[in-house]
């Protein structure tokens, strides 16, 4: 059985200053599988905030009603039109990240992922990660309105079939503090943890561990879903 | 089954649980539990384990690193009219300035080369500004090897392992006085074709009439902060404390990696310092 957790956190650099949460979270359950998406608002433009809802909200207007994914290049396309055309403002002002992952019951799941983030899984006993570390400093990405290449986005079908199956998907505000080489080691730890719990005590579980971020001088938002088998 | 062996049954169900609530404890004291139980009340402990790890525990400890890599001309004009005494005074000063900040959401690190002689050199290794207790002068003589140190200055942040890639975008700050003597463009290109190092945000200033100030405005990539010029001892002091204050306000503001511009506050007070280049 698939299930999935996820909550977003507004960082202390935006609590301080009285703004919102730049992140966004999508979390559905669909055709008993699941469907979600992580998105970051890049902090340096003034409506981010309102393209990180908007992507996570395409990802489930375009993903929902797939009969197939058998075209991937041809379904984000999609999704990225559908986000230009619900956006109300100019995509420059609005840019985000996002990462995205549907689950079908049997465990055939398509990843995607554009720009900064983690998105790691355990697929059929293996671990990986779906897009290489990256190379510059922190909050210099791709993203949603500055990307338009689709060697920009990194994309895989994956089988979550053996009964250890996870997979997470992290904003940057998570992943950038995370020891890099202990990630396998983290989302057995996550899989472990909201399998031995309810979704509804995973979610507060999961709230629990955001809020009580340890690394010093934290600032960013914090987004995280975690997709797993039970 | 009767009133007697229900209660009987129920007893002996709360001595077999692991966990046992305080009240369900003082019933059993008291013997008052008999008829009292409530089901589904005491099950969500025991259902939930203790969690025996926590994010924390794959977390890095340490805040993110802002690194600023200061690039100061060594060379012999330096020594004249008190220049390298007030750039000194002045790196002493960002230095103490940046441990002394507590407001801050990064690690500011601080790393010194030097371009001066024959060649460049790296000076202060970057470090945690609150690690480094004392930075030796500056010594002037010699040439100006800008092209040595800006290839340093790429080497530095091209190198994974001092700066990673959770770091804040970093900081150059070029200091010169005087035309460079070695291949310099060469050295800028490829700092300005790198991967990593051309995407720091660079800045400079021009300390008297001689300095190149073309070579200095090729440098500079910050539109918020063209280049300085300083014709005082000073200007020094007014120029890294507008750095000091810039770095500092980028630490504590939601979007650390925004350049936050130069912000020049009025000349120190100071007579000693009153130097014209």
Same mark, same amino acid.
């Given at each position: 059985?698939?299930?999935?957790?996820?909550?977003s956190? %507004?960082?202390?650099?935006?609590?301080?200053?009285?703004?919102c949460?730049?992140?966004?979270?999508?979390?559905?359950?669909?055709?008993?599988?699941?469907?979600?998406?992580?998105?970051?608002?890049?902090?340096?433009?003034?409506?981010?905030?309102?393209?990180? %809802?908007?992507?996570?909200?395409?990802?489930?207007?375009?993903?929902?009603?797939?009969? &197939?994914?058998?075209?991937?290049?041809a379904m984000?396309?999609?999704?990225?039109?559908?986000?230009?055309?619900?956006?109300?403002?100019?995509?420059?002002?609005?840019?985000?990240?996002?990462?995205?992952?549907?689950?079908?019951?049997?465990?055939?799941?398509?990843?995607?992922?554009?720009?900064?983030?983690?998105?790691?899984?355990?697929?059929?006993g293996?671990?990986g990660?779906?897009?290489?570390?990256?190379s510059?400093?922190?909050?210099?990405?791709?993203?949603?309105?500055?990307?338009?290449?689709?060697? &920009?986005?990194?994309?895989?079908?994956?089988?979550?079939?053996?009964?250890?199956?996870?997979?997470?998907?992290?904003?940057?505000?998570? &992943?950038?503090?995370?020891?890099?080489?202990?990630?396998?080691?983290?989302?057995?730890?996550?899989?472990?943890?909201?399998?031995?719990? &309810?979704?509804?005590?995973?979610?507060?579980?999961?709230?629990?561990?955001?809020?009580?971020?340890?690394?010093?001088?934290?600032?960013?938002?914090?987004?995280?879903?975690?997709?797993?088998?039970? | 089954?009767?009133?007697?062996?229900?209660?009987?049954?129920?007893?002996?169900?709360?001595?077999?649980?692991t966990?046992?609530?305080?009240?369900e404890?003082?019933?059993?004291?008291?013997?008052?539990?008999?008829?009292?139980?409530?089901?589904?009340?005491?099950?969500?402990?025991?259902?939930?384990?203790?969690?025996?790890?926590?994010?924390?525990? $794959?977390?890095?400890?340490?805040?993110?690193?802002?690194?600023?890599?200061?690039?100061?001309?060594?060379?012999?004009?330096?020594?004249?009219?008190?220049?390298?005494?007030?750039?000194?005074?002045?790196?002493?000063?960002?230095?103490?300035?940046?441990?002394?900040?507590?407001?801050?959401?990064?690690?500011?690190?601080?790393?010194?080369?030097? $371009?001066?002689?024959?060649?460049?050199?790296? $000076?202060?290794?970057?470090?945690?500004?609150?690690?480094?207790?004392?930075?030796?002068?500056?010594?002037?003589?010699?040439?100006?090897?800008?092209?040595?140190?800006?290839?340093?200055?790429?080497?530095?942040?091209?190198?994974?392992?001092?700066?990673?890639?959770?770091?804040?975008?970093?900081?150059?700050?070029?200091?010169?006085?005087?035309?460079?003597?070695?291949?310099?463009?060469?050295?800028?290109?490829?700092?300005?074709?790198?991967?990593?190092?051309?995407?720091?945000?660079?800045m400079?200033?021009a300390?008297?009439?001689?300095?190149?100030?073309?070579?200095?405005?090729?440098?500079?990539?910050?539109?918020?902060?063209?280049?300085?010029?300083?014709?005082?001892?000073?200007?020094?002091?007014?120029?890294?404390?507008?750095?000091?204050?810039?770095?500092?306000?980028?630490?504590?503001?939601?979007?650390?990696?925004?350049?936050?511009?130069?912000?020049?506050?009025?000349?120190?007070?100071?007579?000693?310092?009153?130097?014209?280049?």
């Amino acid at each position: 059985m698939l299930l999935a957790a996820g909550v977003s956190v %507004r960082g202390p650099a935006h609590a301080d200053n009285g703004e919102c949460n730049q992140d966004a979270l999508g979390l559905w359950g669909w055709r008993q599988g699941q469907l979600a998406a992580v998105s970051d608002g890049l902090g340096s433009r003034p409506l981010s905030h309102l393209g990180s %809802r908007l992507a996570c909200q395409a990802v489930r207007q375009v993903l929902r009603p797939a009969a &197939s994914w058998d075209d991937p290049k041809a379904m984000v396309g999609q999704l990225y039109r559908h986000w230009l055309q619900s956006l109300p403002v100019a995509p420059s002002r609005a840019p985000c990240t996002l990462l995205l992952a549907a689950c079908r019951p049997d465990g055939d799941t398509l990843v995607a992922q554009l720009g900064d983030g983690v998105l790691a899984y355990r697929a059929g006993g293996r671990f990986g990660v779906l897009a290489p570390a990256r190379s510059g400093f922190s909050n210099q990405t791709e993203a949603l309105g500055i990307s338009r290449s689709w060697d &920009s986005w990194h994309v895989a079908r994956l089988r979550l079939s053996a009964p250890a199956d996870a997979l997470v998907l992290m904003t940057d505000g998570l &992943s950038d503090d995370l020891e890099p080489h202990r990630t396998d080691d983290f989302l057995r730890m996550l899989r472990r943890e909201c399998a031995a719990r &309810s979704r509804r005590r995973a979610r507060t579980w999961l709230r629990r561990q955001l809020e009580a971020w340890p690394t010093p001088g934290h600032a960013d938002d914090k987004t995280i879903a975690v997709i797993y088998r039970r | 089954m009767g009133f007697a062996k229900y209660a009987e049954d129920d007893l002996s169900r709360y001595h077999a649980a692991t966990v046992i609530r305080d009240r369900e404890h003082e019933r059993l004291k008291t013997g008052t539990g008999a008829g009292h139980h409530q089901p589904g009340k005491g099950t969500s402990s025991m259902q939930e384990p203790a969690a025996k790890q926590r994010m924390k525990d $794959f977390t890095i400890a340490k805040p993110r690193p802002l690194p600023v890599i200061v690039l100061a001309d060594a060379s012999g004009s330096m020594s004249e009219n008190g220049k390298i005494e007030a750039l000194n005074h002045a790196l002493a000063d960002m230095v103490k300035t940046f441990a002394s900040e507590a407001r801050v959401r990064a690690e500011i690190q601080v790393g010194l080369i030097t $371009f001066g002689g024959s060649q460049a050199e790296l $000076f202060v290794p970057l470090a945690p500004a609150h690690q480094i207790h004392s930075m030796a002068a500056i010594p002037a003589a010699g040439a100006t090897p800008l092209g040595q140190a800006l290839a340093l200055a790429t080497r530095l942040l091209e190198d994974h392992d001092r700066i990673p890639s959770r770091a804040y975008r970093p900081v150059l700050v070029l200091v010169s006085d005087g035309l460079p003597t070695d291949e310099w463009e060469p050295a800028l290109a490829a700092l300005e074709k790198s991967e990593r190092a051309s995407k720091a945000t660079r800045m400079a200033m021009a300390i008297g009439d001689d300095a190149d100030e073309q070579v200095l405005s090729r440098f500079a990539n910050d539109r918020e902060a063209p280049v300085f010029r300083a014709h005082q001892a000073r200007d020094i002091h007014r120029f890294f404390r507008a750095v000091t204050m810039s770095v500092a306000e980028r630490t504590v503001s939601a979007n650390p990696d925004l350049p936050a511009g130069l912000v020049l506050g009025a000349a120190p007070d100071d007579e000693a310092l009153d130097l014209d280049f």
